[in-house]
């Protein structure tokens, strides 16, 4: 490692190792052959240390399995940047807070991309480190920038980025750990990056999610590291609409995502409002 990754920054290292359990199943829903490599010691670390909250010893579950969350979440966002990239005017996919994903390699995609990778400079250092000597599929460049920062758009730009072409922009796993105004300052400036029609995906958590008993020791562990989760939001496709993106939300387990047969817990239904959610959005630019 060349540089110490902090607290949010290890959570890519825990999303990379959810990846390489998952890769390792027989009913995988995906393949990421570098996860393994990408999550190192600490990624699986964290991980037992979240299934001993979620599968406890003794007794049965009783917390909803957040592995196979983010299982059928990098599934769910495998297929919007596969159905991207077939469309024929998308030029460009940026993942904002790109972590330890690795689509870039696992992935096919057309000539006609240009495929950016925003993250800080620690952890892009990391993740370079660890993928010494693999290609890319793709034309990847990355964007050593913090999102916070008042210029990440020029960084983005110096990388070839260009906002009068179409794009497809993912933010996976990022918004939980943004206070609520950077969240929609966030979301403005993506907007303005996007012509009209490009296309965006994103997930959230509702507020009862957050405060859902069964999930503090969750919470107190991510908390513990150094990152609490600080946003949450019960009308994702509403908090969208405001930044000019009109998006579709769907729960793990229901809707699109329903075919994966992964999720064992209950989906709740739209009358049970202070069930924990934790939403997948896909929509595009106005
Ligand atoms: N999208 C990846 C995935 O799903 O595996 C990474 C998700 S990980 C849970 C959160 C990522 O957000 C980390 O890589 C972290 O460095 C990045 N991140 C958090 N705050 C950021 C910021 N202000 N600017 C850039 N990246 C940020």
Known sequence: MTRELDAVGRTALLAAAVRAEETKREDRLFEDPYAERLAGEIGFELLEVLHGITYPSTGTRTVYSV???VGIRTRFFDGFLRHAATVPSTRQIVLGAAGMDARAYRLEWPD??????????????YKESRLEGVRPRVDRRTVAA??????????????GYDPELPSAWLLEGLLYYLPEPEVHRLLDRVAALMVPGS??????????ALAYPEWQPMWDMIEGWGCPALFSCDDPEELFAKHGLDMR????????TAQYNRWDDPVPSPSQTDAPRLYYVHGKRR
């Open 67 to 69: 592995p196979d969350h």
């Open 112 to 125: 006609r991309i240009r495929y950016f990778e925003i993250d800080r400079p620690a952890v892009l250092e």
């Open 146 to 159: 913090d999102l916070l920062s008042d210029s990440w758009e020029d960084d983005l730009e110096a990388a």
């Open 199 to 208: 296309l965006i995906a994103s997930d959230v958590c509702n507020t009862a």
């Open 249 to 256: 939300a769907v729960l793990p387990g229901d809707g699109e």
